[in-house]
Nanobody, 122 residues
Framework: QVQLVESGGGLVQAGGSLSLSCVAS????????MGWFRQAPGKEREFVGA???????YYADSVKGRFTISRDNVKNMVYLQMNSLKPEDTAVYFC????????????????WGQGTQVTVSS
């Protein structure tokens, strides 16, 4: 089993920045892909971005150029740096992990954190 715990959410004004962290524990060896997803009230969960074991990154078009994903494989951490935040970025953000190669589909991920709220005020 793998446990994921996110932190770093909060309230920020539009145009501001937030950094989210996710720490993985348990059977984390060789867990290749870590992803971030978000879900706004009344909306479907959507893919934000993902990072592979060797640092390859993928982003949703809506966040490309504003968000950056990184990871520290020694510390079992993955990060989401969010800049130029917009009110439409308001959502609960989830960290997820999967075996195997990259995917932007939430159902492909094996493990999920509990989520952290990000609120962007206009």
């Amino acid at each position: 089993q793998v446990q994921l715990v996110e932190s770093g959410g909060g309230l920020v004004q539009a145009g501001g920045s937030l950094s989210l962290s996710c720490v993985a524990s348990g059977r984390t060896i060789n867990m290749p892909t870590m992803g971030w997803f978000r879900q706004a009230p009344g909306k479907e969960r959507e893919f934000v971005g993902a990072i592979t074991w060797n640092g390859g990154t993928y982003y949703a078009d809506s966040v490309k150029g504003r968000f950056t994903i990184s990871r520290d494989n020694v510390k079992n951490m993955v990060y989401l740096q969010m800049n130029s935040l917009k009110p439409e970025d308001t959502a609960v953000y989830f960290c997820a992990a999967k075996w195997g190669s990259y995917s932007g589909i939430g159902d492909d991920y094996n493990y999920w954190g509990q989520g952290t709220q990000v609120t962007v005020s206009s």
